[in-house]
Each structure stands twice: as C-alpha cells, then as structure tokens.
C-alpha cells in the first residue's frame, strides 16, 4: 500500500522540528550549494512552510517554491515573503526550460510520486551548468537508529519504500542526463531523551514527523501504547526511560552539463 502525508493536516504543527531538531549540517550544505553568486534564480521543489527559502532569500537570489499543499504555502507565504511561490506536483513543473540556475528539494524527495519524472522535469528547467540537490534519509544504509522504529511496526519498511537509496538517486539523475553525480553526509542527528517529557511535549505527536503521519490510527495508537507500557514498566522498576535516535541525513548533487 502506498504511503502519503496529508500536509494541508500537519501544516500548522510542521514548524515545530525545526525548533527540537539541529539541521545545522542541512543549512551549511544549502548556503554552500546556493554560493555568493548574484542574480541566481533558485527553486525549492517541496518548500512546505518556507523554512528553506527564507534562509537562502535576499543578496540578489531570485528565489521560488513549489508545494501540492496550499496550507503549507499558506505559511511560506508570511515565511518567505519574498519568494515566489506556485501549488503544483514535481512531476510537471510550471516553468519554462531553462528558468532556473539552481533546484533543491529538502526531505521531500521521498514524497514525489514519480521521482524519475521529477529529475527529468529538474534537468529541464535547469539552465546549462545548473546544479540539483536533494537532502533526504537513506534508510537503506542500515547505519540508522530511530526510536521511531523501535516502537512502532512496519516503520522501518514503510520508509524504505518511500525513500530510494542514495545510489539509486545518483543512478537516476545519470539517467535523466546530470553529470558528476555525488552524495554526501551532511547532517548527524544523535538524539537522547526522557520518553515521558516527550510524550508531554507533543514529540510523539502523530503529526511530529512524516514516519507517524503515514500510519493509520491504529497502527499509530498501537505504537503509542507500547511507548507508554514501557514508560511504565521502567518507572516500576524506579528508573526513567529514555528514548534515543541516531539518523544521518545525505545530500545527492547533479550537474547540467555546459
């Protein structure tokens, strides 16, 4: 069964992992990819509330999102002010060949239908010496810890699914016509805390991330409830559960030839 996030739901909560979770690593690797150049036109393919843009707008960047959902634009719109922003799919980008010096997409390549069509579509509206990045989970390295995968069932599959490996990204972005075709670490996200402070703190919310959006209500209240038997029965044994995740986050690059 395919797995999809109703973002138009999630939209007024999504902000929120930006303020629990370190993306340092992810900001470093935008600012470098963007670079110092002026008058650069720049698209984000999935820019959601518009974290990215912002950080990446002014200095001359001529910048642009895309979102299927209009409630995540909704907030780009006070995020990002000066972006442009368009409601559409990756598949079919509404923009003429040749439109943009730079694309990025920043965890949401996973989403895309059909990710080969959106690197054709990528390719195409990238001028000659253009440059594509995508930042995602590679969940098929098996380096990845997650709480999120210990507690709840078919996670881990799910997610493979969802995401390509990092060499299958290079392989289709060859495909599609890119050149020097390289993937890279960018972020290391150790995490570590008490299991019952986060279910007070809402950072096990269905809505907290796309890994709990994709599952059905009961495949997440089912999940939920052996996260409070175990804060329970550590809590009996007079000891406190912690919760803890190490994930890594990688950037894919491709190049329009000149």
């Known amino acids: 069964m395919a797995r999809s996030v109703d973002y138009d739901q999630i939209a007024k ?36 509330t518009g974290h990215w843009l912002r950080l990446v707008s002014g200095s001359g960047i001529r910048v642009t999102g895309l979102d299927a959902s209009a409630r995540m634009l909704t907030y780009a719109k006070t995020r990002a002010p000066a972006a442009a922003l368009a409601q559409g ?110 279910l007070e703190e809402g950072r096990l919310d269905k809505s907290a991330t796309s890994q709990l959006s994709v599952l059905t209500d009961e495949e997440y209240r089912q999940g939920m409830d052996r996260v409070r038997e175990a804060v329970e029965a550590a809590e009996v044994r007079g000891e406190s559960l912690c919760l803890s995740a190490d994930l890594r986050l990688y950037a894919t690059f491709g190049a329009v030839p000149s």
Not at 90 to 100: G, T, V, Y
């Open 13 to 48: 909560t999504y902000d929120r992992r930006y303020q629990v979770n370190d993306y340092s690593g992810v900001e470093a690797a935008l600012i470098a990819f963007i670079g110092k150049q002026f008058s650069l036109r720049v698209l984000e393919v999935g820019c959601g």
């Open 89 to 198: 799919c990756a598949e079919r980008l509404p923009w003429a060949r040749e439109s943009f010096d730079k694309v990025f997409c920043i965890n949401a390549f996973h989403h895309f239908h059909d990710k080969v069509a959106f690197l054709a579509e990528a390719m195409r509206v990238l001028r000659p010496g253009g440059l594509m990045m995508t930042v995602g989970l590679d969940p098929h390295a098996g380096v990845d810890q997650w709480y999120i995968y210990e507690y709840f069932d078919n996670v881990l599959e799910i997610d493979r699914r969802r995401y390509p490996a990092s060499s299958q990204i290079r392989e289709w972005m060859r495909a599609a016509g890119f050149a020097d075709s390289v993937t890279r670490e960018v972020q290391h996200l150790p995490v570590r805390f008490a299991a019952r402070a986060a």
